[in-house]
């Protein structure tokens, strides 16, 4: 079986070293508990790493303990596309970055309230944006 690839713009893929290739491209993920925004408890907004957009706000960051950094909400449902993943032999909602077209993560059912999700999101997907 073929890994899928993302179509993205060739602008945004030369921002990306080839660690964040392999996620927002090729679809990959990082291991548990290595990524860099995983503990980061600074107020701002996380972005996609490939394109700027913004994704989440810190307000909206918890600890899930599944070791990839987790929302319970997107600060725009616009800015990402959510389709269905049936790869590695699971039933999984892929997140899409809106602008770019770079895979993100996945959400599941399992997340706090008020929503109930958890956008489980790579770090090598994001970059973040302090609040000044």
């Known amino acids: 079986m073929k890994p899928k690839k993302t179509e993205m713009p060739d602008k945004f893929k030369k921002k990306l070293n080839d660690e964040q290739k392999n ?39 918890y600890d899930s303990g599944t070791g990839w950094p987790s929302f319970f909400k997107v600060m725009n449902k616009k800015s990402v596309k ?6 590695m032999f699971m039933k999984r909602i892929e997140i899409i970055c809106n602008k770019c077209g770079g895979h993100l ?15 489980c999101i790579n770090s090598l997907a994001l970059d973040f944006k302090k609040k000044k």
């Open 23 to 61: 996620i927002i491209c090729d679809h990959g993920t990082e291991s548990p508990f290595t990524g860099k925004w995983l503990y980061n408890k600074d107020k701002g907004v996380y972005v996609c790493a490939a394109c700027g957009n913004p994704l989440f706000s810190s307000d909206a960051k």
């Open 82 to 87: 959510l389709k269905e993943d049936n790869s």
């Open 105 to 119: 993560g996945h959400v599941f059912p399992d997340g706090p309230m008020p929503s109930g999700e958890r956008y």
